[in-house]
């Protein structure tokens, strides 16, 4: 069953003295993860979503279920909006790569999961967290973490590049709403360059039948032009320590 479980030494509401929000979708392991970690040590109370919540700052939430997933996000934001902050960050970092190949031989099960972790729970994510923390006073961001697949077509990777490409439309909307706002957050999308991953490790798998560029991809990782999570991790924290212009689209690479 999949419903709003905190982690038996969970505390959300904690007493933190710096009273800093880090809200982080995908925080299990890989880049959400060395975010957390990051966070955690710079004294923010921390709250990541995934499905493994291994960690005892975890919510259990399956984003390619959204209509299931809506409960605990809702849960955990209900909670956490009862407190004030001297600063609020929520990060869109839950995402799929697959499935990979042919926009034709795709499974249908396969697109529609894709597309609701993708697309649909991360809208749901964002637009819940703005609506439970719209009038809290401190400074507040969102950071959707993108990709370069947002604005290069990638032959067998159409979901991808239409996920991420509409996730980037979404948060600059998000922007001219929020720049009404009274208490505005500032959104922006962040293009995390290429990570040494899970997500890498899956398109090392791929046929190259279905992936023409595998052997870029595989070179990629052997000549070591990964970044360690924790270097992209620090870049992105640097970005959002930075005076940000609201709906922009920042590259790590400028900040690494
Ligand atoms: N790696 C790269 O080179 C690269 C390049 C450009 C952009 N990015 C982007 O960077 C972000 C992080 O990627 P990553 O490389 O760190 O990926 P990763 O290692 O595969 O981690 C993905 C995270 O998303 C969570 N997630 C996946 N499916 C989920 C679901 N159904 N429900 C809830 N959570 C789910 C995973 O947690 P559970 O498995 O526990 O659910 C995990 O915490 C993604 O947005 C990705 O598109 C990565």
């Not at 962040?190 to 046929?207: F, K, L, N, V």
């Amino acid at each position: 069953m999949n419903f709003f479980t905190l982690h038996p030494s969970s505390s959300i509401l904690l007493y933190n003295p710096t009273m800093k929000l880090a809200i982080i979708s995908g925080g299990s392991k890989g880049l959400g993860l060395a975010l957390c970690q990051q966070y955690l040590a710079n004294g923010y109370r921390v709250v990541e979503l995934s499905r493994s919540a291994p960690h005892p700052f975890s919510v259990q939430c399956d984003f390619a279920q959204p209509q299931a997933a809506l409960l605990p996000i809702q849960a955990t934001f209900a909670e956490l909006s009862r407190a004030d902050y001297d600063e609020i960050v929520i990060i869109n970092n839950a995402a799929l790569l697959g499935p990979i190949g042919p926009s034709s031989r795709k499974a249908p099960a396969d697109v529609i999961a894709h597309l609701n972790v993708n697309v649909t729970s991360a809208i749901l994510f964002l637009g819940q967290a703005i609506n439970a923390f719209q009038t809290h006073t401190c400074p507040k961001s969102i950071a959707n973490i993108s990709s370069g697949a947002a604005i290069k077509n990638i032959f067998g990777w159409s979901l991808y590049c239409a996920s991420k490409a509409g996730l980037e439309h979404y948060i600059r909307t998000v922007a001219i709403e929020q720049a009404e706002q009274a208490q505005p957050f500032t959104a922006i999308n962040i293009d995390p360059d290429i990570i040494d991953t899970d997500m890498q490790a899956g398109i090392r798998q791929a046929s190259r039948d279905d992936f023409p560029a595998l052997d870029r991809f595989i070179m990629r990782k052997d000549i070591g032009l990964l970044r360690p999570p924790a270097q992209v991790a620090a870049a992105i924290i640097r970005i959002l320590n930075s005076p940000m212009s609201n709906g922009a689209r920042y590259d790590i690479t400028d900040f690494v």
